[in-house]
């Protein structure tokens, strides 16, 4: 089964910015689209970003993030990256990527997720 594993997560002031990755070791990532997704406390879980496993690599983002984050694979390491910067209070979440086959932010259209990662942004 495919395993997910994110890191990067951490502290970060307003304005900052972090590097998010996603790394699979046992399965290629080649034939996923990856999803990055997150859930702030008492809040509904939202699609955040996704990129397909086509060779132009097309990506989607939310509208919340959108100019800010910026998702990209590196095949030669197995990892999705987001980066993210301009990071806003409200930026502050767990964050998980997941593996389906469609490049959408719904989470039902992904099979496999991560535990996720930290991402708190406070002065």
């Known amino acids: 089964q495919l395993q997910l594993v994110e890191s990067g997560g951490g502290l970060v002031q307003p304005g900052g910015s972090l590097r998010l990755s996603c790394a699979a070791s046992?399965?290629?990532?080649?034939?996923?689209?990856i999803g990055w997704f997150r859930q702030a406390p008492g809040k509904e879980r939202e699609g955040v970003a996704c990129?397909?496993?086509?060779?132009?690599?097309?990506?989607n983002y939310a509208d919340s993030v959108g100019g800010r984050f910026i998702i990209s694979r590196d095949k030669a390491k197995n990892t999705v990256y987001l980066q993210m910067s301009s990071l806003k209070p409200e930026d502050t979440a767990i964050y998980s990527c997941?593996?389906?086959?469609?490049?959408?932010?719904?989470?039902?259209?992904?099979?496999?997720w991560g535990q996720g990662t930290q991402v708190t942004v406070s002065s």
């Open positions: 997941a593996a389906g086959m469609e490049c959408t932010t719904l989470a039902s259209d992904y099979d496999y």
């Open positions: 046992k399965f290629t990532l080649d034939y996923y689209t």
């Open positions: 990129i397909s496993s086509n060779s132009g690599g097309s990506t």
